[in-house]
C-alpha cells in the first residue's frame, strides 16, 4: 500500500489551504497546476441546474488546453445568478495572477451549500498562500480541500507502460451525498504526465466514467456541480495515440476512476457496506443496467441491507417495477455464493441463515439472474442506514 | 368529526379478526360481504412481479361482479409459484363456502412480507369466524386487519345525492411504505350503494385514483401487492349513468380516495409531517407532474424536511434532474405563502427565518413556480425521518 500523502504526478503541483469558507476551520480551497500547458478533457452534470464553474467551465474547455484547476469546498457557487458567475471568473482571474499563466487556461471547480454567495473575498485574500503552497506531493492536501461531508480524502495513483515509457495517472475525487448513476457524478480530478490529444482523453474519460461513476450510487439525488476533469501534460514523453496503445492507459484510466468510485460508496453518507448489484441472463446489457439501478436505489433494499436483513422480496420487487420486461418466475439471487432464490421461490430458512452471514459483511455481491438473454451490468451501492438521515436532516446547521 | 367505529355503507358487512398469521396476535384476516352481488371496478399494479392475488382478481374481475373480498396481512403472498396462485384460489374458496355465494364472485387480497409461503391452513381455520363476525359496523374492524407498518386503521365516509336520493361512500385503505405516484398505491376497497355499471366505476375509480392515490409518494419504491377495488351494490336506489349525475358521485368518490390518501402520507413510516409540493407555471401539467414527483421523491430534500432546514437549494437541484426543460434563473420557490427564492435566487435570511417557521408545521405547502407556461400539478409527500430507517431495517425481524 502506498502512502497515500505521497502520492505525486510527474510535472504536476497541488495544494489545499484553509481560506475560510467553512466554518470549522479546515481545508476548503485547492489548486492543481502543470508546469506546461496541458491538454485537458471534462464531463459535467446533466441536471438542468447547474453550479456557475461548470458554465465557465464548458466554454472554457472548449480550447482543449488547461493549466490550473482551482477549487473550493464549503459553497457550490450554484443558484447564485449572474454574481456566481462573476465570482468563478474572479476565482480563475486570482489563480490566473498569481501563478502568471493564462486566465483561458484556468478551470474553477466548486462544492457544498447550494443558494449562497459565493465568499469572493475571502478566495482572493487566500489566492496568494494557495500557489505558495503548491508542491509535488500536494494531492493529498487538495483532496482534504475538496471534502464535504466526506469522512476520507480519496486518492488512487496508478503507473503503465506505453511502448517502454512508463506512464502515471493519479486521480482525486469528493462526494458522498448526491450521488447519482446517470453522470459522472460529484468533483473528480485525474492529471496523467501522458501525451494525448483532448479528443482523445474525452473519449478515455467517457469510456472510464461508463465503467466507474455511472455505475455507483448514493442516494439517488443528482448534484448540480459534478464535474470530472482530465488533464494530461505529456512530460512522461508516453504517447497515446493508436487503439493498442489505449488499451493499456485505458485499463489504468479504469482502474483509478473505479478505485476512486468504490472509495466514494464506501465513504458514502451513513454507508457502513459496499453492495454490488450484478444483473446477469438480461435481454440487453441496458435492460440489465436499469434492473441493478433500480434495485441499487430502491430505500426499501437498502434500509434492509442496513438491518442485515436477507428480505430478497424487496430486491424481486424492486426488480419489477425497473420497467423492463422480466418473467418473475424465472429469477435466481444469489448473495455472494449463497443461493437464496431459484425460479422465483424462496430456497428455505438453511440458505437464509447462510445469506444473513453474507450480509454481516462489510462487502458483498448480489447477483440476479434472470435467465432470459446474455445481458450483463452491475451497479455499487452502498446500505441506507440512520445515519444518512442525520447527516442529511443536519447538514447546513 | 364522525364516530370511525360506526362508519358503515348500506347493504354491506364487514369484518376483521385474528387468525395468526401476524406474529403478535394481532387482527390479519378481513372480509368485505354485499348482501346482494356487487358491479365491481378495480386497479392493480404495473409492477412486473405481482402477488399471486392480482393474477386471480384481474381474471375474476373481468365477469364485472362481485359479492366478497377477503384479504389477508401479514403475508404478501408473491414470489410464492403455483403454490401461491392455488392458496389465493383456496382463500376465495374458503370464503365462499362459509357464506353460500359463487366463488366466482370472490375476489382475494394479500399483503406482508414477499417471498413466504402463504399459511393457509391457519386461514382455512379461521374463515368460519371470520364469517361470523360480519357486521354493519365491521369496517372499523376491517381496517386495522389489513394494517403492516401502519400505525392507525385508514378509514373515510362521505354521502351524496343524486336526483333526491342519498347515496354512501366509504372507503378503507393501508399503506405506509412502498409508496410511489405510479401507481394506485397499497390495498384500498371502496364500499357504495350507488347503482353503476362496472364500466362507469372503472372509469371513475381512474379518475379519482389520478387525482388521489397517485399523487403520493413515501419512499418511492412501487409494490408488487397494490390493489383498488369498487363495489358498488345499488341498494340505495341512486342511480349515475349520465356525466351530470357523475358530478356528484365523482366528487365524493374523490373526496374519500383523495383523503384516504393524504391519511396514507400522514402514517407513511416515520413521517411526521405531510407536504404538498405544488408546481405551476409549467409548460404542461406532464411536465408540472414530473418535476412535483422528482421533488417529493428525493431523499435529499425529504430529509431536509425532517432537519427543518429550509434548504431550497435541494428542492431547485431535486427539480432540475426531473428531466423537463426549466430555467433556473425563472423558479420562484414559497413555502406556504413565505416566498423563500424568487428568479432563482435566494430571498436571504430573513425569508429563510420566517420559512423555517412553516417547516416547524406538521402540514405545509411548497409551491415552485416556473414562469413558463400554464402547467400545474401537485403531488403529496412526507419527510424522511430517522424512524423510516429503523422501521425498515427491523421490518421481518
Redesign the interface.
Known sequence: MKNIKKILCPGFKAAGIASGLKKNGEKDLGLIFSTVPSNVAGMFT?????GAHILLDRERIKSGLCQAVVVNSGN?N????KQGIHNAKAMAGYTASSLGISENHVLVASTG????PLPIEKIKEATPGLVKALASEGFYDLAEAIMTTDTVPKIVSTQGNIEGKTFTITGIAKGS??I?P?MATMLCFICTDIKASSAFLKKALCAATKRSFNRITI??????NDTIIIMANGVSKAVVQSSTQNNSFQKALDEVMISLAKKLIKDGEGSTKLVEIAVKGALSDTDAYKIAGTVAN???VK??F??E?A????I???????D???N??KIDIFFDDIMM?K????CGKAAEAKATKVLKKSEFTVLIDLHQGKGYSSVFTCD???D???I??????
Not at 446533466?46 to 447547474?50: A, C, E, G, L, S
Not at 450554484?78 to 445568478?81: A, F, K, L, V
Not at 442516494?219 to 448540480?224: E, K, L, Q, V
Not at 425460479?343 to 424462496?346: I, R, T, V
Request: some cysteine; charged content about 20%.
Open positions: 446533466r441536471n438542468r441546474v447547474q457550490a450554484c443558484c447564485t445568478g451549500v447550494i443558494g449562497e451525498g448526491m447519482c446517470d442516494d439517488s439525488d443528482m448534484s448540480t430502491s430505500n426499501l434500509t434492509a442496513f438491518g436483513d428480505n430478497w422480496g424487496r424481486v420487487a424492486a426488480a419489477g417495477r425497473a423492463v420486461p422480466i418473475p418466475d432464490v425460479n422465483g421461490l424462496g441506507f442506514s440512520i444518512y438521515v442525520k442529511n436532516a443536519d447538514y447546513r446547521s
